[in-house]
């Protein structure tokens, strides 16, 4: 998980329903204010989109998009998200971009295989998002394939968040790999990067949370490490002063955009898009570990505020 929890108490009397299952290829924690009931339809919810959203679900609508160069129906959700991802890769110059699939695809992190600058270069001839044409709520990727690992968690979890509201749960937090959501207070605690440890705590209410950071998925050969956010430009991990971004915001879809848009962009560049964007900020923290905040935050004695 990409951060490191740390929740504030419920008041006296309340007590929290939570449990934790394997959802989205990562680990799901969700503890809210609720019964049994409300807390398993969250869960509910969260395989009802995955089944959609996941490109390694068979059936699902990114994996028909993939097998097919004309236009797919796709579902309300593919289709924001999609709409979404196509927003961020041209507010990032590119440098969000759901079509690097085919790159991606030759990385093989759990086994530590590092594939050739050959195989990579051909696999970039494929990445392109300006592929993508979106009529309706039909889409075409006009040859291309996609992944929406970069933005569904964080889609998901505003839809469960939403799913709690819903039913007046005053008290939630949804954790989808690191992709967080919550009604309420609570004390997010930002992993210092390679460390099982805290390197800051944010201090946070009704916000959604989201960290992109170079040293959950990695490859050490050479002496060189290749991390997991891979530049649509290069097929390589992005190779700046940077460790990990955490994003703040009212959308953990936008969060979940935005912690790999700035990643890959580095600080100056991260900084810049976040200082551009409404009601967010953002805490960069560079290889060296020092930390670098957006104009709406500041730092007192290892906890982060709003202003």
């Not at 992944?147 to 709690?164: C, H, M, N, P, S």
């Not at 039913?167 to 690191?178: E, F, H, Q, W």
Request: hydrophobic share 35%.
């Amino acid at each position: 998980m990409l951060i490191l929890l740390l929740l504030c108490g419920c008041g006296a009397g309340e007590q929290d329903n939570s449990q934790t299952r394997f959802l989205l290829d990562t680990v799901a924690d969700i503890t809210a204010l609720c019964d049994d009931e409300t807390l398993s339809g969250a869960f509910e919810l969260c395989e009802r989109l995955e089944k959609v959203l996941s490109r390694t679900v068979s059936g699902s609508d990114v994996d028909k998009l993939n097998s097919t160069d004309g236009f797919v129906s796709v579902s309300e959700d593919t289709l924001k998200t999609v709409e979404r991802a196509v927003y961020f890769s041209d507010l990032s110059g590119g440098k969000f971009d759901i079509t690097i699939c085919p790159v991606s695809e030759l990385w093989d992190f759990k086994n530590q295989v590092v594939p050739s600058r050959d195989e990579i270069a051909e696999a970039l001839k494929n990445v392109d998002y300006h592929s993508i044409d979106i009529n309706g709520n039909e889409i075409s990727l006009q040859g291309k394939k996609i992944d929406l690992g970069g933005i569904a968690k964080g889609y998901i979890t505003d839809r469960v968040r939403e799913y709690f509201a819903d039913r007046d749960v005053k008290k939630a937090l949804i954790n989808l790999g690191g992709n967080i959501g919550m009604i309420g207070k609570y004390s997010i605690g930002i992993k210092k990067p390679f460390e099982d440890s805290v390197i800051a705590t944010v201090e946070l209410q009704d916000k959604s949370v989201s960290t992109s950071g170079i040293y959950e998925r990695y490859i050490k050969k050479d002496g060189k490490l290749y991390h997991h956010v891979l530049d649509p430009e290069t097929g390589y991990g992005a190779e700046n002063e940077l460790a990990s971004v955490t994003v703040i915001g009212n959308s953990s879809l936008d969060c979940d955009a935005l912690s790999t848009v700035c990643l890959l962009s580095g600080t100056e560049d991260g900084l810049n898009i976040i200082e551009n964007t409404a009601d967010t900020e953002a805490v960069f923290i560079d290889r060296d570990n020092n930390i670098t905040l957006s104009s709406g935050l500041y730092r007192e004695n290892g906890k982060i505020y709003y202003k």
